[in-house]
């Protein structure tokens, strides 16, 4: 291969290289079905704030809840029940809501809802 051809590769190598986000991988509590996300949520959030706040809310991290939110979340995990989490990204609230029969996942803005 010729110099040219190498440096070439390079930049391209360097130009289309993947970011590694770093996740506790942690057992998930529960399943999170088919995930959404809303146009409002995607604009507003980077990709490694939306998958941080996701790999939490599937761990069982309510984020900033409430107590008595948190009590109803712990229960719907024993006994069924739709799931909600929230989190706070640069002054933005990002909630993330999952379905009572874990179909879905829906992430989204509260004025969203």
């Known amino acids: 291969m010729s110099a040219r051809h190498r440096r070439r590769n390079a930049k391209l190598e360097r130009r289309y290289t993947m970011t590694t986000i770093s996740v506790d991988h942690a057992k998930p509590r529960f399943s999170l079905g088919r995930l959404f996300i809303t146009p409002g949520a995607q604009a507003a959030f980077s990709s490694e704030e939306v998958f941080s706040a996701v790999a939490r809310h599937r761990q069982g991290d309510w984020g900033t809840l409430c107590k008595e939110d ?9 006994n069924g029940g739709r799931l ?10 990002l909630w993330i809501i999952t379905e009572a029969d874990r179909s879905a996942t829906t992430i989204l803005l509260p004025h969203e809802y």
């Open 70 to 78: 948190c009590r109803r979340n712990n229960s719907a995990l024993r």
């Open 84 to 93: 909600l989490s929230t989190y706070q990204y640069h002054e933005e609230t």
